[in-house]
Nanobody, 122 residues
Framework: QVQLVESGGGLVQPGGSLRLSCAAS????????MSWYRQAPGKQRELVAD??????NYADSAKGRFTISRDNAETTVDLQMNNLKPEDTAVYYC?????????????????WGQGTQVTVSS
């Protein structure tokens, strides 16, 4: 069983910064990709950033302000968010595509964290 736990959300003023972290635990043999999504009230969940190996991709809304980083050894992924805006207010979720060895093959599945609230308001 794999579990993802996010931390680092909170209330911040416009222009401020937050750093989100997501840690995976359980039976993990490989992590193919790590991602951050967010869902604002009344809106669909959207991709904010993802990273596969060392290749990172960002939504247009995140480019230049957010940085995703991963540490495979620690099975964690962080999202550094700078110059936050009120429209960044949402619940942020991490997702990892994790491989579990089931001989003779590796089985990959997507796992989600429980979400962490980010509120940007003065």
């Amino acid at each position: 069983q794999v579990q993802l736990v996010e931390s680092g959300g909170g209330l911040v003023q416009p222009g401020g910064s937050l750093r989100l972290s997501c840690a995976a635990s359980g039976t993990i043999n490989s992590i193919y990709s790590m991602s951050w999504y967010r869902q604002a009230p009344g809106k669909q969940r959207e991709l904010v950033a993802d990273i596969t190996n060392n290749n990172a991709n960002y939504a247009d809304s995140a480019k230049g302000r957010f940085t995703i980083s991963r540490d495979n050894a620690e099975t964690t992924v962080d999202l550094q968010m700078n110059n936050l805006k009120p429209e960044d207010t949402a619940v942020y979720y991490c997702k990892m595509r994790i491989g579990t060895l089931r001989p003779p093959a590796m089985s990959f599945n997507d796992y989600w964290g429980q979400g962490t609230q980010v509120t940007v308001s003065s």
